[in-house]
């Protein structure tokens, strides 16, 4: 399955890119396994989920908890806690 | 379409004049106005940068109305967000409540700004005199005042 | 003077800049406005007069403003009061609240607001579609309201 | 000694004036004794102060009591609970 993955703020720039396409491997069925198999694909990703409890996630745009099933999602977006307003 | 974010300064009088205009039902009108300070954390900041999740940011700003609305009677919401570039001084975001009682429109204000700061995907980027930018920690005082209401 | 009692018009969004201008301390604004609006238990209502206390309402006023300032934070306050005859949909009161919070910004407007309504010397006279005029009745939840800072 | 009374809103109305001079006689020490003094002056004051309780007092721009001192005042005042606002 093809996912897009989009990251904001310093997770982005820690990362060095704002998104990319993934094919996501079939053993991966939530968002925590999904931050663990990133973590091993570079340093880049090992350096931006360093501290993997900070970063949060939304599925196709509405906000999941680590445990959250990926499903048929078609975007995962990972980012800092927010600071607007 | 009561949620707008855009890079475009607003003006708060006109904001509240096209939500009253021409109605008698409204008794109260209250606004939020968040401003870019020059200062954070004791040191001077030259500007802020403010990034979005751009269709997350309106789909959260939507929600968080409705919930408002959900809540207090209400006859009018508005937010605006600005995003980009910003000085010490500039607008950062504008919340106007209109009700026919005044603890609604002050209880939906600070709900609707107490829900967007902690989940409207928004990420400000400081930076200050030596030209080195910092992202904003989130503040655990922001999660606090959400969870009064998720308790009330 | 931040404290204003007058026939004309105001404008939020005037008012708030003389405020905010050329300072970059402030980081939350709050404003309420109270609007006449054209119904009172149910019948309509064509306009309001309001009566007041020449001398002891600019003092009340003041006072108010110097309670919120003991107990919050605040770095400008603003306090117009209308009087005279207002129609349906025209603005009654405006009350300004600046801090670096926007928590002490919200309390202190909220207080405000609720003193304001139960200590400044000001009476509504609302007249029908009859032309018959009526003194509007002091409210219990405006007494209710101011009581909470009291106990708090 | 002599003292402003000044009314507002229905109880001036009542009243038929917005202010007035009196002689305090030297016996009224109290607001509460000069609305019952009030009361007896005629039957418009009778009206205005019908519900005593009701009506709301300041000395010299101040709130007070019914039972407050008249003390040294110059200008009393009387309305019905105030709706501003």
């Known amino acids: 399955m093809t996912v897009t993955l989009r990251y904001f703020a310093w997770v982005r720039e820690r990362i060095g890119r704002a998104e990319e396409q993934i094919d ?14 990133l973590k091993a694909r570079g340093p880049e990703y090992a350096h931006a989920f360093a501290k993997a409890d900070v970063i949060r996630a939304a599925i196709d745009q509405t906000h999941v908890k680590p445990q ?18 | 379409m009561s949620v707008s974010v855009q890079a475009a300064a607003f003006n708060i009088a006109l904001e509240v004049r096209s939500l009253t205009a021409g109605r008698t039902d409204i008794g109260a009108v209250v606004t ?10 004791g040191h001077p900041i ?13 789909r959260e700003l939507a929600r968080v109305e409705a919930l408002a609305r959900g809540r ?23 919340v106007v409540t209109l009700s026919s009682h005044r603890q609604a429109a002050f209880e939906a204000a ?4 107490d829900y967007l700061k902690t989940s409207a995907p928004f990420w400000k980027k400081e930076t200050g005199a030596d030209g080195v930018g910092m992202w904003v920690d989130a503040r655990e005082a922001d999660n606090k005042a959400r ?4 308790s009330a």
């Open chain 2, 147 to 150: 969870e009064r209401w998720e």
């Open chain 2, 46 to 58: 030259t500007s802020m940068e403010l990034e979005h999740y751009p269709g997350m940011t309106e």
């Open chain 2, 110 to 113: 600070e709900f609707l700004m």
């Open chain 1, 68 to 85: 959250a099933a990926i499903g048929g999602a078609r975007e995962i977006a990972f980012f800092p806690p927010v600071t607007g307003g």
């Open chain 1, 24 to 37: 996501l491997p079939a053993d991966i069925t939530t968002v925590g396994e999904l931050v663990q198999w």
């Open chain 2, 32 to 41: 939020f106005t968040g401003i870019v300070r020059g200062e954070a954390k």
């Open chain 2, 72 to 94: 207090w009677p209400l006859q009018g919401v508005r937010i605006i967000h600005r995003i980009g570039v910003l000085r010490p001084g500039e607008d950062i975001v504008l």
